[in-house]
DNA sequence: CCCAATTTGTTCGTATGTATC
DNA sequence: AGATACATACGAACAAATTGG
């Protein structure tokens, strides 16, 4: 009779035990982005492992976005706070195989937007109310120029972002950045804005200045409608079938 | 006069170029999961570069979840679907450092799982309602065990997250599971479902039974609004003050 | 059951690059 | 400028795992 083995999936490599072991540490330790972790000769002796082994550990750690090094004295290994750009190319990378369809980003933001729109209201600053409508106004040039609707397109998703960035709740914020952002690779990628962008752009432009003018009434309930019909509407005219969205790859510099 | 120089705010090593590379090539060739790259030695005579500098970029990748590894004949470096876990696991590292509030995840939930509520009224098979009853029993206990109320609520949880897996809106059910374990994590590592959970617990059974006849009658809008009321109940019941998530790193193994 | 081939995994020694003092 | 401390990179050898004969 077999031994009935329970297979445990996937047995860790070395340096994926190490980087395991790093974490719990840092983590134990309660260490804070910035702190310094032990050197390269350090771990090397603890964990009684050779350079390479150590080395492609702590690669482990880079590319998750937790630790990043610095060569000369004083250098080393540390503690790093994962950036949301670099957690938006991680999880882009996720998308990429998920292959998400258009409707599919929509039904989030449509979800999503509306309620950032309502809990902004009566909470933004004058400043950041004209930084709003700055923003606004870049994405409305004089005339429609043949390469210039992309630039509307995107300076149309960048409002969005700027909207979300001012939530106070990072999952909000992440979530919905990161939908305009993979909206923005998809439209740019396929011709998807060409022939009736200039309807989305004008019809977006206006329910944008009436969202702000909410915003600034402190009128959470308009400002969940008019992002709801603007959701709505910008839907509608991205004819959008079945479109599949095919993504790249996100590259790993920390934009953003 | 300073030449004013342009710092491109991270200069890559060679494993990152290598990674960004052999990632770019990937995507040219269109391979896909399953598919073997090139061998080590191969690829150290194109780099033209040391064993261990590529073995770190194999890393690297490794850690995104876009490889997997393979020793011994037939064997070398794969392209890999990156998981769903994995993908959550990475984000995870994200939302440790963001450190939302039990609120936060709330905002996010209560917009989204009604939507899927909705989304899903009439869609499923008998199968896949019968599939979810049976997870409901599950959470449905004798009595009320001391440590009984932990697991209960776990299973709660759990049918959140299989009525995400019925969706066919990848990213809808990659955030709704996200946040259901994240939220699961919370109420585990802090004592916060300990006074009031009978009490979301029973609530919460209710709901989920009319919410599965709401879905088998195809009643849409009412699917909405018994998952609306079942957030806000669940929200309520949850006193979270200020409660801050301090969250783990999530293991590397790939659960799920 | 063992042997051989193939491919990743690991080790060690050495040398180079880089930032700080 | 030079010394120091650290990561980075190289190359050659050996070990372990897997597959097929």
């Known amino acids: 009779m077999p031994p009935a083995t329970i297979r445990s999936e996937t047995r860790l490599s070395r340096p994926q035990k190490v980087a395991e072991a790093i974490k719990q540490w840092v983590m134990d330790e309660g260490l804070q982005p910035g702190h310094r972790l032990p050197s390269e000769t350090e771990l090397i002796r603890r964990f009684a492992m050779a350079k390479g082994t150590i080395r492609e ?8 976005g937790l630790v990043k090094s610095r060569t000369g004295p004083g250098g ?16 882009g990378n996720y998308v990429y195989f998920a292959n998400p369809t258009i409707d599919d980003i929509y039904q989030l933001r449509s979800a999503l937007e509306p309620e950032l729109a309502e809990s902004l209201a009566g909470r933004l600053s004058p400043a950041q109310l004209a930084e709003l409508e700055g923003t606004l106004a870049e994405s409305a040039p004089p005339a429609a120029s043949a390469e210039g609707e992309a630039a509307r397109h995107a300076a149309s998703l960048r409002f969005h972002a700027e909207l979300a ?6 999952l909000l914020r ?38 702000i003018e909410a915003l600034r009434d402190g009128d959470g309930p308009r400002a969940r409608a008019l992002m709801a019909a603007h959701m709505a509407t910008a839907h509608g005219l991205m004819h959008t079938r079945e479109a599949a969205v095919t993504r790249r790859f996100l590259p790993e510099g920390n934009r953003r």
Chains 1, 2 share one sequence.
Not at 78 to 89: C, I, N
Not at 165 to 170: F, G, R, T, V, Y
Not at 193 to 208: I, K, R
């Open 165 to 170: 960035a001012l939530s106070e709740n990072p």
């Open 174 to 211: 992440f979530v919905i950045r990161f939908l305009a952002e993979l909206l923005s690779e998809v439209t740019v990628t396929r011709g998807l804005h060409s022939p009736t962008d200039p309807e989305l752009w004008t019809s977006g432009l206006a329910y944008q200045r009436r969202l």
């Open 57 to 64: 550990a702590i690669r482990l750690l880079e590319a998750q």
């Open 76 to 91: 080393g290994v540390f503690v790093h706070q994962v950036s949301e750009g670099r957690a938006a190319a991680l999880l």
